[in-house]
């Protein structure tokens, strides 16, 4: 088996180094494509002199970003990392586990702490309401002390493993998400397929979360609310659009009337 581990960064100076040493560590080809802001890059491929540094001349956004990333990478999985994440020194090595203990299953995400507060967690995996919102599963509660790989609904692009086969059936990620959402809707899409996606809390993930855009600034209320439409109009089976409808709809209204009142 082979690897590529990928990160993409847009204003992230405070944490790429950081997230480059713990990508570094692992057994794998390693590319760092920067969407632009803040960065270094001939410093970064000086300290860095084993990672593909990839400078795009503009924000292309998350979806884009990755997509050209991947396009060029080699390894038959891809690991996506953001760069306010960062893997344990035996994550990857977690990963092969599971993929050996499961090699039907071609999509696997991480146990995500809080880098600020390592005994909360900041997700378990991806998962989606019955109204069609998407979530981190476990966001905020302890940290459970004992936890078994098992299904969720999709992985978390922060930190997500895919295999290169059906990374290419299904296209990548939908450019038209720009960025957020994009990696409930390519778990989402793989469901629809008949895939399986796995939790494995052996692969450990500290995250900050929002390091870049902020938790509420604009830009994150604006595309978070378009995507999360834009996702459920998309991929929600005709039976159960049809039976949550109005329901997501009031609901998203309601939050759109709160946050503009905040």
């Given at each position: 088996?082979?690897?590529?581990?990928?990160?993409?960064?847009?204003?992230?100076?405070?944490?790429?180094?950081?997230?480059?040493?713990?990508?570094?560590?692992?057994?794998?080809?390693?590319?760092?494509?920067?969407?632009?802001?803040?960065?270094?890059?001939?410093?970064?491929a000086k300290k860095f002199p084993t990672v593909r540094q990839m400078?795009?001349?503009?924000?292309?956004?998350?979806?884009?970003?990755?997509?050209?990333?991947?396009?060029?990478?080699?390894?038959?999985?891809?690991?996506?990392?953001?760069?306010?994440?960062?893997?344990?020194?035996?994550?990857?090595?977690?990963?092969?586990?599971?993929?050996?203990?499961?090699?039907?299953?071609?999509?696997?995400?991480?146990?995500?702490?809080?880098?600020?507060?390592?005994?909360?967690?900041?997700?378990?995996?991806?998962?989606?309401?019955?109204?069609?919102?998407?979530?981190?599963?476990?966001?905020?509660?302890?940290?459970?002390?004992?936890?078994?790989?098992?299904?969720?609904?999709?992985?978390?692009?922060?930190?997500?493993?895919?295999?290169?086969?059906?990374?290419?059936?299904?296209?990548?990620?939908?450019?038209?998400?720009?960025?957020?959402?994009?990696?409930?809707?390519?778990?989402?899409?793989?469901?629809?397929?008949?895939?399986?996606?796995?939790?494995?809390?052996?692969?450990?993930?500290?995250?900050?979360?929002?390091?870049?855009?902020?938790?509420?600034?604009?830009?994150?209320?604006?595309?978070?609310?378009?995507?999360?439409?834009?996702?459920?109009?998309?991929?929600?089976?005709?039976?159960?659009?049809?039976?949550?409808?109005?329901?997501?709809?009031?609901?998203?209204?309601?939050?759109?009337?709160?946050?503009?009142?905040?």
């Amino acid at each position: 088996m082979t690897f590529s581990l990928i990160t993409l960064s847009y204003h992230s100076k405070a944490q790429i180094e950081r997230c480059l040493s713990a990508l570094v560590a692992q057994d794998a080809e390693i590319i760092h494509a920067d969407n632009g802001g803040d960065l270094d890059m001939a410093a970064l491929a000086k300290k860095f002199p084993t990672v593909r540094q990839m400078a795009n001349p503009v924000n292309f956004g998350f979806a884009v970003g990755m997509n050209r990333a991947v396009a060029e990478s080699a390894g038959a999985w891809i690991g996506l990392i953001n760069p306010d994440a960062f893997i344990d020194a035996g994550w990857l090595n977690a990963m092969k586990a599971a993929i050996a203990r499961y090699p039907d299953v071609k999509l696997f995400t991480s146990l995500q702490l809080n880098a600020e507060q390592p005994d909360r967690l900041d997700g378990a995996g991806d998962a989606l309401t019955f109204f069609g919102f998407p979530y981190r599963a476990g966001i905020g509660h302890p940290v459970p002390p004992h936890m078994e790989i098992a299904e969720v609904f999709a992985l978390c692009g922060a930190h997500m493993l895919i295999r290169r086969d059906l990374w290419d059936e299904l296209g990548g990620f939908d450019e038209d998400f720009f960025c957020y959402c994009e990696d409930a809707d390519l778990g989402f899409r793989a469901r629809l397929r008949g895939e399986r996606c796995l939790f494995v809390p052996q692969a450990i993930v500290s995250h900050i979360g929002s390091a870049s855009l902020g938790v509420r600034s604009d830009f994150a209320l604006y595309h978070g609310y378009r995507n999360r439409l834009w996702l459920y109009l998309k991929n929600m089976p005709l039976a159960l659009l049809i039976a949550t409808f109005a329901i997501h709809i009031g609901l998203t209204l309601l939050g759109a009337l709160k946050d503009t009142l905040r």
